[in-house]
């Protein structure tokens, strides 16, 4: 319980797209899907916060994201999403879509079209697999997902967490 007066870290997520409008009907289907439900905030990049919190509906979330963007690229123009998940607040969420690696990502994988960044902080039941590259920025752990690509050093087919 957060002490009186400060408010509890909630599980938040964050998404910038490259085109806004398909991005959050993409991340609320995704959210659907997976069982959970948002409330956004005002403003962009897109972020809010999901509920229940916990680290099944997380796997949840990155298997339904990843489906819901390749079945829209399917059948729609090509949308390539940053995503940031992070136990904290939204506007702290919104801020990890600049962290250059994120960006990096996508720019590195022309072919990906979904980089997602989870923070050390998100409840899991295990330690990611190698299809997660750990990086740190400013003092802090994270890992950095992007699927249908992998760096030669870690090609694998191992599911999303052991």
Request: net charge neutral.
């Amino acid at each position: 319980m957060a002490p009186i007066g400060a408010e509890a870290s909630q599980l938040c997520v964050a998404a910038a797209g490259t085109c806004g409008q398909a991005a959050e009907k993409v991340v609320t289907t995704a959210v659907d899907a997976a069982g959970l439900t948002v409330r956004w905030q005002p403003g962009t990049p897109l972020s809010g916060t999901l509920a229940p919190a916990g680290p099944a509906p997380v796997d949840r979330f990155l298997r339904a994201i990843d489906i819901e963007l390749a079945e829209h690229n399917a059948h729609r123009s090509r949308l390539r999403l940053r995503i940031a998940l992070h136990l904290g607040d939204p506007e702290s969420t919104r801020g990890l879509l600049a962290i250059p690696a994120l960006a990096d990502a996508l720019d590195e994988a022309p072919d990906a079209t979904l980089a997602v960044l989870v923070s050390d902080r998100v409840p899991r039941t295990a330690r990611p697999t190698a299809d997660f590259a750990e990086l740190h920025h400013r003092g802090d752990s994270f890992w950095l997902w992007t699927p249908g690509w992998r760096p030669p050093h870690r090609r694998t087919t191992t599911p999303l967490w052991r």
